[in-house]
């Protein structure tokens, strides 16, 4: 089985103690699973951070956008909506958002 930590995702923010850089947030391999994503956005909604940057393996499974069609459900369906409600609740504190996708697999 599984262990435990492997369902954990780590959120890493940090904060430069300059008054005027905002914290930002990176995470990655969040693999798909609505429920890391829905913590992310949990974060996201009570610390306002000023950008957060999704790192590889957002997607279900290891799957990419070019190779499974199901991977693009994932984003036109559930990760895109939620991104645009979190947008619409935070308004002006709504972060930047920027994915580092992987365009490669070796």
């Known amino acids: 089985g599984a262990d435990s930590t492997s369902n954990r995702s780590l ?16 995470v990655s391999d969040l693999h798909g699973r609505r429920a890391r994503f829905e913590r992310l956005f949990e974060q996201i909604a009570a610390r306002r951070p ?15 956008l070019r190779d499974d069609p199901q991977a693009g459900d994932f984003v036109r369906d559930y990760l895109a909506p939620r991104m645009l409600e979190l947008r619409a609740a935070l308004g002006q504190a709504a972060p930047r958002v920027l994915l580092i996708l992987s365009l490669i697999h070796i």
């Open 11 to 26: 959120l890493v923010g940090f904060r430069i103690r300059y008054p005027t850089v905002p914290t930002w947030f990176f």
């Open 50 to 64: 000023g950008a957060v940057l999704i790192g590889g393996d957002i997607l279900p499974g290891g799957a990419s």
